[in-house]
């Protein structure tokens, strides 16, 4: 199956690429990139591709059956549509774009042309992920009733001043870049349950002033210092939905000294801290005693796991479930944390 890279930056080149590479079914047949200089140095580096700087021209390629779009949040969904309306298959980065209008624009012609639309919501394919899924699918943790979700760093805003920090290019901060994956986890964990409020208030604090911000990290970097940031570095809120109530603290940004991302289930059987990336612990109580452990297994790579169902999708017509169907709901959840902060009430669906 020959395959198409759009966009060569580093999800495509830590993530994307390495995985097709090693899945036997699959060919990269172009490296599209509208900076010519990355779309050459894909073709040296991986020995293999054309290189092209117009992402038209493979539209015309019989010979393409699908395309990962690793491109920046603005382009996400006029990329998609027009290759999905050419007849090709669609991997699209998280998140499925800027804002949920987008977004169903992009499940719109999925719908119309048949062919897969899958987001890279890559957690779902996370071995430690789809664990806690079976614990709670299997009961292990009773009801599930509320979760609470932290995505905190310290003072660790990406590319100050650039593509990250333009709310026109990436529709938003850390709630888009980090806090999407984090909620899709738990939307997926949970059964994707219907979005019922949501209440929430974003903050642009630590990196308004780009000169003087002082950083402890900085990927994406440097600063511009005359460029753009007008997103959030903060956010918290609440989400009701049919299953059980999220509550979020998330921050690129925060002053204090400590990371904090994980995901707590709580349930009325035991309750799971998801490490994020990493591994889990379970918390219960047994025969009068309070009990913990920590579940040992082998942890595979969710992006190979992610790009070798995307390509076996294709060739059996498998459903996955990162499908725009279901990841729509997280995108829509996304808009209305926005929307409630914005007008500072609560967004009733």
Same mark, same amino acid.
């Given at each position: 199956?020959?395959?198409a890279i759009i966009g060569c930056g580093t999800i495509a080149n830590t993530a994307h690429i390495p ?8 060919? !990269? ?31 015309? /390629? ?12 603005? !382009? ?70 509320? !979760? ?122 035991a309750g799971v801290r998801l490490y994020y990336g990493k /591994? ?70």
């Amino acid at each position: 199956m020959k395959v198409a890279i759009i966009g060569c930056g580093t999800i495509a080149n830590t993530a994307h690429i390495p995985a097709y590479l090693k899945n036997k079914d699959a060919e !990269v047949k172009y490296f599209c990139d509208i900076i010519p200089e990355r779309a050459a140095s894909a073709v040296e580096k991986y020995g293999c591709g054309i290189a092209v700087t117009d992402y038209r021209e493979i539209l015309r /390629d019989d010979e393409v059956a699908a395309v990962s779009v690793c491109t920046p949040n603005n !382009v996400h969904a006029q990329i998609t549509i027009d290759f999905l309306t050419a007849g090709k298959h669609v991997l699209c980065e998280k998140p499925a774009a800027r804002t949920y209008e987008e977004a169903l624009s992009m499940q719109e012609a999925q719908h119309k042309t048949g062919r897969v639309l899958n987001i890279g919501v890559v957690n779902r394919f996370n071995d430690s992920v789809n664990l806690i899924k079976k614990y709670i699918d299997g009961g292990r943790l009773g009801e599930v009733f509320h !979760v609470y979700v932290s995505f905190r760093a310290h003072r660790s805003i990406p590319g100050l001043g650039g593509d990250f920090t333009t709310k026109e290019i990436a529709g938003g901060g850390v709630l888009i870049d980090w806090g999407v994956h984090f909620l899709d986890i738990v939307m997926y964990c949970c059964g994707d349950p219907n979005p019922l409020t949501v209440t929430a208030e974003a903050f642009c604090r630590l990196g308004r002033n780009i000169p003087e911000y002082a950083y402890k990290n900085m990927w994406a970097g440097p600063p511009k210092h005359g460029g753009i940031y007008d997103v959030e570095d903060s956010v918290t809120g609440m989400i009701r939905t049919e299953g059980p109530v999220i509550t979020f603290g998330g921050a690129w940004a925060q002053n204090i000294g400590k990371d904090e991302m994980y995901i707590d289930f709580m349930g009325d059987k035991a309750g799971v801290r998801l490490y994020y990336g990493k /591994d889990f612990e379970v918390y219960t109580a047994e025969h009068g005693a309070l009990v913990s452990y920590k579940p040992e297994f082998n942890m595979t790579n969710h992006f190979e796991n992610e790009i070798n169902a995307f390509v076996r999708c294709i060739q059996t017509g498998e459903r996955l479930p990162s499908h725009i169907d279901s990841v729509i709901i997280t995108q829509r959840i996304l808009q209305a944390v926005y929307d409630s902060a914005a007008t500072h009430r609560e967004i009733v669906f």
